[in-house]
């Protein structure tokens, strides 16, 4: 009992303290705001290539959920700056996959540009949709998540430390794929176990499936 008192004592105190939120942004998540600016007009919203601007314009843009897989960090980054040549043909790496890809090396700077490929490499593995916004989800998981969970979701939360318990690695995607969509809502609704609190009451359905959209971007 005394340890379930200090448990509840101490999510209070870090209910109401400042949320720290780290100075730099996590790839997949920044990746996946210039891929819905820049990219998803074209790519389709599943990165297949059904965008409705590609409709519009009569062009097939490569399937991301495929292509990307065989290609290197290297080749992708020539394949959306348009710099650079395969070595073998000279043809253009910028035209390797379709000739109405613009060229963006003018307009992400090196860090976008890795951003924007972990994204890529998220569609491309993923196993499991989007469910809500992760913007939204971001709001939430420093919020209410981040004090057990890590500020980038490796279990290193300060409360992890105090209580001295081990939390799921959600950054490495072997442990978070098998976990569901449903079961991960559930989980998080319901608690799970002695020290995953229950949010049902205090998050809607709506917020729960926003974080877990955002969960599922800290693997990549």
């Known amino acids: 009992m005394k340890n379930i008192i200090h448990t509840v004592m101490l999510l209070t105190l870090f209910a109401v303290s400042p949320i720290i939120v780290s100075a730099n942004p996590l790839p997949a998540y920044e990746g996946r705001g210039l891929y819905v600016s820049y990219c998803q007009l074209c790519h389709g919203t599943s990165g297949k290539g059904d965008g409705p601007l590609a409709k519009a314009m009569k062009i097939s843009p490569a399937d991301l959920t495929t292509t990307v897989r065989s290609r ?24 390797l996959l379709s000739n109405a890809m613009p060229e963006w090396k003018d307009i992400f700077s090196k860090s976008q540009l890795k951003s924007l490929i972990a994204y890529l490499r998220f569609l491309s593995s993923t196993k499991h949709d989007l469910m809500g916004d992760p913007k939204i989800g971001l709001q939430l998981y420093h919020q209410y998540c981040q004090v057990c969970h890590g500020i980038e979701g490796d279990g290193d939360g300060i409360m992890t430390k105090l209580i001295g318990i081990i939390q799921i690695d959600l950054t490495n995607s072997n442990e978070t794929d098998r976990i569901s969509n449903v079961d991960l809502v559930k989980n998080i609704l319901d608690g799970k176990g002695k020290f995953m609190p229950a949010w049902r009451g205090i998050l809607s359905q709506g917020d729960v499936e926003a974080l877990v959209s955002f969960i599922r971007l800290l693997s990549h």
Do not use: A, P, V
């Open 72 to 95: 290197s960090d290297t080749i992708l980054l020539r394949i959306i700056t348009g710099k650079g040549r395969q070595t073998i043909t000279g043809r253009d790496r910028h035209n």
